[in-house]
């Protein structure tokens, strides 16, 4: 058996000077309160598997498809199912504000038995529910998962996490979003709290709508309150999309998107690094098991044993550095770690490291 552990280390260097400030919408910057997406839970039946579902101690996958069966005119006692082309899964979604009835979504599935892969199955009527316990939206289609395992005469090879994929609008939804805004007034929340912003989305406001008895004031760092315009109280609609459009000095913040299940990352080019050095290395531990054959003499009333012969080794590769020099991008880390041989695993840890000690200047977002 071996284990792989990547060891990172990171030095941070100086700063980077501050980017230049430029002209971003205001709707880059906040939201509106109350508009706001919601998180949907449900359980789910999978079928269709190649014999890589639940086994038998999955005690509520049995009753789970039994049920199925019971309201199809289909009556089998639990006990009596011996399957293994099914598994039980929470299916869980994002739904978006103002969310209309027909409007399709994206939805997650993960086993929570002990199904070894979801591949080629097909998710089963479900519905998700939200915090209040209401029917939000149906989910049901084919699984597309980021990886893969395939077994033969006792091996096995896999790939990613087969235990979780997606089904792209995969749900319909069939209830309103709630999304609550308070008539006359609006509260506009930064997504990314900071003063100086805050005060310039207020100001901005203010030379547009009134620049005599202003209408916008920064609550904090975090909020703007606005009171509708006595001219907007019957089109808010009208209004917030003037609102969004007005542009607003500001530094805007880049996204760098990543995927753990299937070791995607998908960020902007001209995404900045400050200075920082990045060293790489492996630590491989191996794991070897022998069985020998211990074979009594003859006629010695001794029985023949099979004796486990176990070694150890380790080794460890020199470390790797990797310096940046001020302005680099995250394109050019990537093709950098990418050349002394760093798997996207690998880039994923280190991106970590680096937003986390200030050096990367983005918001990382996990799938």
Do not use: W
């Amino acid at each position: 058996m071996r284990k792989h552990l990547i060891t990172l280390c990171m030095v941070s260097g100086a700063l980077a000077a501050a980017a230049t400030p430029q002209q971003a919408p205001i709707r880059d910057l906040a939201t509106v309160a109350g508009v706001r997406d919601n998180q949907l839970v449900g359980y789910g039946l999978i079928v269709g598997l190649n014999g890589t579902g639940d086994r038998r101690q999955t005690m509520f996958s049995a009753q789970s498809l039994t049920n199925l069966l019971e309201r199809m005119g289909v009556s089998v006692p639990p006990s009596a199912i011996r399957v293994s082309n099914t598994a039980a899964v929470l299916v869980t979604a994002t739904l978006p504000p103002f969310a209309e009835p027909g409007m399709r979504i994206d939805v997650t599935v993960s086993a929570i038995g002990d199904a070894t892969s979801l591949q080629g199955g097909t998710l089963i009527l479900s519905s998700l529910r939200g915090p209040d316990g209401e029917v939000y939206a149906l989910a049901q289609g084919p699984v597309v998962l980021g990886g893969y395992m395939a077994t033969a005469a006792g091996s096995s090879k896999t790939l990613n996490h087969p235990t979780a994929g997606r089904i792209p609008n995969g749900a319909i939804v069939e209830r309103r979003s709630p999304a609550a805004v308070a008539p006359g007034q609006i509260q506009l929340q930064l997504r990314k709290a900071d003063f100086t912003t805050a005060s310039k989305i207020a100001e901005a406001l203010n030379r547009q709508f009134s620049p005599g008895s202003p209408i916008a004031r920064a609550v904090n760092g975090g909020a703007v309150s606005v009171t509708v315009p006595p001219e907007f109280r019957t089109r808010e609609t009208d209004f917030i999309a003037r609102i969004e459009n007005i542009q607003v000095e500001s530094r805007t913040s880049n996204r760098v998107v990543i995927n753990e299940r299937t070791g995607t990352i998908v960020m902007g080019s001209d995404v900045v690094l400050s200075p920082a050095t990045i060293l790489h290395g492996a630590l491989v531990v191996e794991i070897q098991t022998n069985f020998n054959v211990s074979q009594p003499q003859p006629f010695s009333q001794g029985q023949t044993q099979v004796v486990p012969e176990v070694s150890i080794k380790a080794t460890e590769e020199r470390p790797k550095p990797v310096t940046l020099s001020n302005g680099a991008t995250v394109e050019q880390l990537a093709k950098a770690l990418t050349s002394i041989g760093a798997t996207a695993r690998d880039i994923i840890a280190i991106l970590q490291s680096l937003r986390a000690a200030g050096a990367l200047d983005a918001d990382l977002e996990v799938i």
